[in-house]
């Protein structure tokens, strides 16, 4: 083996090593700060279905749904349930935009259903002040902790 061979079979198993890596990275649950991941007993079609209950239990609305299964479908094929549900209320609304208008890409805020193997789902939230810190207004704070409880409540809610 040269030398130019031997080193070009070192960074091929260098750039192999960095791409294994990135994979496993790539499988990170909760690579945002104040992510709940809560893995319920309910099937898909039940969180589906109790996810917006909850939501309007909690006065909040649910805004729109992408569903990646529905889209899939469309062309033939199949893969396990998969929903973000957008939720948000129009007087968080106006006090978001009162508070920041660059905040206003973050809404609606979003829960995600997800279907495992055994047939059960996890559903999936970031915190709202986690959402929102970034913007570092102290009334966009206030709300999105106000956010926080009716969040959890609704998840808890859902995945009863």
Do not use: C
């Not at 083996?1 to 090593?17: D, I, K």
């Not at 649910?62 to 062309?75: D, E, N, Q, Y």
């Not at 999936?124 to 709300?143: H, I, N, Q």
């Amino acid at each position: 083996m040269n030398y130019l061979t031997r080193h070009l079979s070192q960074l091929g198993a260098s750039v192999v090593a960095i791409l294994i890596s990135f994979a496993a990275a790539a499988d990170n649950a909760t690579p945002f700060p104040g992510t709940h991941v809560i893995k319920t007993g309910h099937s898909y079609t039940a969180m589906v279905e109790k996810l917006p209950k909850a939501v309007a239990k909690n006065k909040m609305g649910v805004v729109a749904r992408a569903s990646a299964t529905l889209g899939a479908k469309k062309i033939g094929v199949t893969i396990p349930g998969n929903m973000v549900v957008m939720v948000f209320h129009p007087k968080f609304a106006v006090r978001m935009l009162e508070a920041s208008v660059a905040s206003g890409i973050e809404a609606p805020l979003r829960f995600y259903i997800t279907e495992n193997s055994d047939g059960t789902t996890t559903l999936t939230y970031r915190d709202p002040s986690s959402v929102f810190a970034p913007y570092e207004s102290k009334e966009l704070d206030k709300m999105a902790k106000e956010l926080d409880g009716i969040f959890a409540s609704i998840a808890a809610d859902a995945s009863s």
